[in-house]
């Protein structure tokens, strides 16, 4: 039973965090006059995934999906923008980060950099956390289950590459 409370309470503070991070990434780029309304957007939309929730697994997925799919394309946009701009330049731009990369480790230390590449992992690691719940609800995935999985699993994992780009 312990273990079913801490899995919601998992669940619940990283959705609350992935909401107010949502807010703080909207809100950062308009005026300060609009922040005192931050709050309320972030409750507005825990609101909305709650609802969203309580109506069920097919209904949850299709309202965000033109949302994740114009990010999907914009983010390939960028991709693939970066590397027909870079590849002529490819040999100066990875002796450049070779050399930052040494500046970084002799600036932070080993375990500095170990750090570092700790909170980078960390960046990404919020899709764990969603491959879990796909793993949790095979049961509740339509037939087949195990290629719904499958193909719900592909879609992740092709998330969590290009968005670890960022």
């Given at each position: 039973?312990?273990?079913g409370?801490?899995?919601?309470i998992?669940?619940v ?13 909207i ?6 006059t ?11 939309g ?6 969203m ?5 097919k ?21 693939i ?11 100066s731009?990875a ?6 990369v040494?500046r ?10 170990l ?16 491959i ?7 049961p ?8 719904t999985?499958?193909?719900t699993?592909?879609y ?11």
């Amino acid at each position: 039973m312990i273990s079913g409370c801490a899995l919601v309470i998992d669940y619940v503070l990283t959705i609350t965090l992935s909401i107010s991070s949502g807010a703080d990434a909207i809100f950062s780029f308009l005026p300060q006059t609009a922040h005192h309304y931050k709050l309320m957007f972030a409750v507005f939309g825990l609101i909305v995934l709650i609802i969203m929730n309580l109506r069920g697994i097919k209904e949850l997925v299709i309202p965000p999906v033109p949302i994740f799919l114009l990010c999907i394309v914009t983010h390939a946009i960028a991709i693939i923008c970066t590397l027909v701009t870079l590849v002529p330049s490819f040999s100066s731009v990875a002796s450049t980060t070779a050399v930052e990369v040494h500046r970084s480790q002799v600036q932070l230390g080993t375990f500095g950099m170990l750090l570092l590449i700790l909170r980078s992992y960390s960046m990404g690691a919020g899709t764990y956390t969603g491959i879990e719940a796909v793993s949790n609800g095979i049961p509740m995935l339509r037939d087949p289950r195990v290629k719904t999985a499958k193909r719900t699993m592909r879609y992740m994992s092709i998330s969590l590459a290009s968005w670890s780009w960022d």
